[in-house]
């Protein structure tokens, strides 16, 4: 299998938006957690380009961001950032499941 590239844009959105955080807010809270888990994101990238049914790091990354954002965006209803990363990580849940569903879990 070639490059998960929806992953690691993923992860590099993430770590940008925590970068643009920092920069517009100087919230220094905001860059160690988008630099964290788009970290995260971008090791559970290369584990899928490895091999595609390595993708547990990516999905649980891809769940606990989205809750963390989810909350954010429910209590705020800021769409930008806390909406986006919202979706984007349910997207990214939604994609692996898809994936484990039609290759059948092997662990």
Aim: without cysteine; positive net charge.
């Amino acid at each position: 299998m070639g490059v998960d590239y929806v992953s690691l844009g993923y992860a590099a959105a993430v770590a940008v938006g925590g970068i643009i955080g920092y920069v517009k807010a100087g919230s220094v809270p905001s860059l160690a957690a988008g630099l964290a888990f788009g970290g995260l994101m971008g090791y559970g990238a290369y584990q899928t380009s490895q091999d595609p049914n390595n993708y547990l790091l990516s999905v649980v990354t891809s769940g606990v961001l989205g809750g963390v954002m989810g909350a954010r965006y429910y209590r705020s209803g800021k769409f930008m950032p806390a909406g986006l990363i919202t979706l984007l990580s349910l997207a990214m849940v939604l994609r692996f499941t898809a994936r484990a569903l039609n290759s059948g879990y092997r662990r």
